[in-house]
């Protein structure tokens, strides 16, 4: 099974797919890819009033991510693949067998993303911009089958999220 998890920066991806690996690694190989390890190198990724924008599509190696996914289904039982732009690349997004989705307010968001200081404080204006992205690029089609859509300004209900992954 490939699962695919989207969402904007700081919705909870990362987390989940950690949780969904727990989960399952007692009774099947799982593999979990994170889109973030497939960035292209900074000279390729453009700029936003100086600034690197990691927050486009452009920033990831979708061919090396599809590959990686081809390769992992091979000697995995379970591969979790994540990423903000999870959905962004149609051949990727052909290959889950499962899709979760993980929306948060605009306002959760700004709250998460101020207290998030792995790569230092961001300016506002870049805060907005990676919403903003999200947006535009981020977001799965409305009218995807099979997916689950999950609000996670509170805690994720683990339990939902097995049942419709085993259904």
Same mark, same amino acid.
């Given at each position: 099974?490939?699962?695919?998890?989207?969402?904007?920066?700081?919705?909870?991806?990362?987390?989940?797919?950690?949780?969904?690996?727990?989960?399952?690694?007692?009774?099947?190989?799982?593999?979990?890819?994170?889109?973030?390890?497939?960035?292209?190198?900074?000279?390729?990724?453009? &700029?936003?009033?100086?600034?690197? !924008?990691?927050?486009?599509?452009?920033? =990831?190696? /979708? @061919?090396?991510?599809? %590959?990686?996914? $081809?390769?992992?289904?091979?000697?995995?039982?379970?591969?979790?693949?994540?990423?903000?732009?999870?959905?962004?690349?149609? &051949?990727?997004?052909?290959?889950? !067998?499962?899709?979760?989705?993980?929306? =948060?307010? /605009? @306002?959760?968001?700004? %709250?998460?993303? $101020?207290?998030?200081?792995?790569?230092?404080?961001?300016?506002?204006?870049?805060?907005?911009?990676?919403?903003?992205?999200?947006?535009?690029?981020?977001?799965?089609?409305?009218?995807?089958?099979?997916?689950?859509?999950?609000?996670?300004?509170?805690?994720?209900?683990?339990?939902?999220?097995?049942?419709?992954?085993?259904?």
């Amino acid at each position: 099974m490939i699962i695919g998890i989207g969402g904007v920066s700081t919705a909870g991806k990362s987390s989940l797919a950690f949780r969904l690996r727990k989960e399952f690694e007692h009774e099947a190989k799982v593999k979990t890819l994170c889109q973030d390890d497939f960035i292209r190198p900074e000279s390729e990724i453009p &700029r936003i009033r100086g600034h690197i !924008d990691w927050e486009c599509p452009e920033s =990831i190696d /979708h @061919e090396m991510y599809y %590959q990686a996914i $081809l390769r992992e289904q091979k000697v995995n039982d379970i591969v979790i693949s994540e990423g903000l732009f999870a959905f962004n690349d149609e &051949r990727v997004s052909l290959l889950y !067998d499962k899709r979760i989705f993980l929306l =948060i307010t /605009h @306002e959760t968001f700004w %709250q998460r993303k $101020l207290r998030d200081l792995r790569w230092g404080r961001e300016p506002d204006w870049y805060i907005e911009h990676i919403w903003n992205n999200y947006l535009k690029y981020g977001k799965i089609a409305s009218e995807r089958d099979n997916v689950l859509r999950l609000h996670s300004d509170t805690k994720i209900d683990i339990n939902k999220v097995i049942a419709y992954l085993l259904d």
